[in-house]
């Protein structure tokens, strides 16, 4: 089993940053990617950004050039450091690691951009 905890939501002004973390535990193999979905109210969850094992990363069209996914492979952390955040950046933010195809989800940190 694998859990996934994640901290670092809040309330922030426009323009402003914010730096969320999930530490994965539990049955962690080697080849893995990591992620960051999100869930505004009435909407659908949406990828954020994915991170794998090696690096390579992933972003969403929205978050490119202000949002940046990171990982610490010893910690089993990884980062989502977000900037010029836009109040339609308000949302549940989800931490996902996938592995041999199956989903692990956390339960979501929520993060809310006052105009």
């Known amino acids: 089993q694998v859990q996934l905890v994640e901290s670092g939501g809040g309330l922030v002004q426009a323009g402003g940053s914010l730096r969320l973390s999930c530490a994965a535990s539990g049955s962690i193999f080697r080849f893995n990617s990591m992620g960051w979905y999100r869930q505004a109210p009435g909407k659908q969850r949406e990828l954020v950004a994915t991170i794998t094992k090696g690096g390579s990363t992933n972003y969403a069209d929205s978050v490119k050039e202000r949002f940046t996914i990171s990982r610490d492979n010893a910690k089993n952390t990884v980062y989502l450091q977000m900037s010029s955040l836009k109040p339609e950046d308000t949302a549940v933010y989800y931490c996902?690691?996938?592995?041999?195809?199956?989903?692990?989800w956390g339960k979501g940190t929520l993060v809310t951009v006052s105009s």
């Open positions: 996902n690691l996938n592995q041999y195809a199956r989903d692990y």
